[in-house]
């Protein structure tokens, strides 16, 4: 009689999504009128496609392998942009946004690129699809 191993790998498994409730950050500040202070605070909770839209702002400010605190995986590559051709630049500012945001599960794809050229800087504004809806959104980049 031979023994069956195989039924381990047959086991029922339910993939679970992760829930996308989180803090608001409020990035632009509150000016106090008392003393015309920017006070950056996190101010209540986010979910569905505000919490999105916040994922995107902060995977696309934050430069990969640059801080600790994230995971390899975390953040766009920007900075081996400086001083390329145009060409050269647009083409790897697609594809370097479009693996970024991907790796978020929540994040179904991304397109619709445009560029628009300001003397050194380059400003990409795309699309991106979500479980939750669309999202139009920019970044600037110098190049």
């Given at each position: 009689?031979?023994?069956?191993t195989g039924n381990i790998l047959k ?14 950050l409020n990035v632009m500040g509150v ?96 699309r991106v699809q979500t479980k939750f ?11």
């Amino acid at each position: 009689m031979l023994p069956e191993t195989g039924n381990i790998l047959k086991q029922d498994f339910k993939i679970r999504q992760m829930p996308s409730k989180t803090y608001r950050l409020n990035v632009m500040g509150v000016s106090d009128n008392t003393e015309g202070i920017e006070i950056k605070r996190i101010s209540g909770m986010l979910d569905g496609l505000e919490a999105v839209k916040q994922t995107i702002f902060c995977i696309l400010n934050t430069e990969r392998f640059d801080c600790l605190i994230y995971s390899w995986n975390y953040g766009v590559e920007l900075n081996g942009l400086f001083g390329k051709p145009l060409g050269v630049a647009k083409s790897k500012l697609k594809k370097r946004i479009r693996e970024a945001l991907t790796r978020d599960d929540r994040i179904v794809s991304v397109d619709a690129f445009s560029f628009t050229t300001e003397g050194r800087k380059l400003l990409v504004s795309f699309r991106v699809q979500t479980k939750f809806g669309t999202v139009d959104t920019q970044k600037e980049v110098e190049i």
